[in-house]
């Protein structure tokens, strides 16, 4: 029996060609650690569906896949191209779960959830909420209200859970690069952004915690 299938999307705006999806590497490469690729088949789509091809391919791409799950990290420059193609595939996928992270998503989760095509939305950081969600998804538990950094719907009303702490060790979380989930030579350049961990508030960056 075919595993359920996963697929993470970090879409790039039209000005860039340099678009790494190093935040769905993180997701699966917890979900190594954790053993759920046993359990799972999660796919990042591929960097020249990402940087080059246009809208309908890529919702084609994801459609004929079938996912049951389909993750978008959710930032400033992709938003509203993201929440675009969330709505295509929806249209045609009525049953798959959509799931949004990214500082966008942490930032206007308010907002973002009013497109009613998103079914849960992480708050922080994601890798251990996502290693909730898969099992939650497979295994029914723990329940979506237990778990820590996420939004949900419940009938009409959002349900907020409270904030998970961050993780206080970096390190525990393996390599995508080394586990080959990215491979730098499908890409043109590597950006590095030093943000995450970052323990000041200042009200007007919407990257903070």
């Not at 790039?12 to 979900?31: C, E, F, T």
């Not at 060790?169 to 390599?175: G, V």
């Amino acid at each position: 029996m075919p595993k359920p299938k996963v697929i993470l999307v970090q879409l790039n705006n039209p000005d860039y060609r340099s678009n790494i999806p190093l935040a769905s590497g993180y997701l699966k490469a917890m979900a190594h650690k954790t053993g759920l690729l046993k359990k799972v088949d999660i796919e990042i789509l591929n960097a020249r569906l990402n940087n080059f091809e246009g809208d309908a391919r890529v919702v084609s791409a994801i459609v004929e896949q079938k996912p049951h799950i389909v993750g978008f990290s959710c930032y400033v420059w992709n938003i509203d191209r993201t929440l675009y193609i969330i709505n295509e595939i929806k249209a045609r996928l009525s049953n798959v779960k959509i799931i949004c992270g990214g500082t966008e998503a942490s930032s206007q989760y308010k907002k973002i959830m009013r497109n009613t095509n998103i079914d849960i939305l992480f708050i922080g950081e994601g890798e251990l909420v996502f290693i909730d969600l898969l099992k939650n998804f497979l295994f029914n538990t723990p329940p979506l209200k237990e778990i820590k950094g996420i939004v949900f719907r419940k009938r009409q009303s959002l349900i907020v859970t409270p904030l998970r702490e961050q993780i206080p060790d970096i390190n525990i979380i393996p390599s995508p690069y080394v586990l080959g989930f990215i491979d730098p030579k499908e890409y043109g350049s590597l950006m590095m952004e030093t943000y995450r961990g970052c323990i000041e508030k200042c009200s007007y960056c919407n990257w903070k915690r």
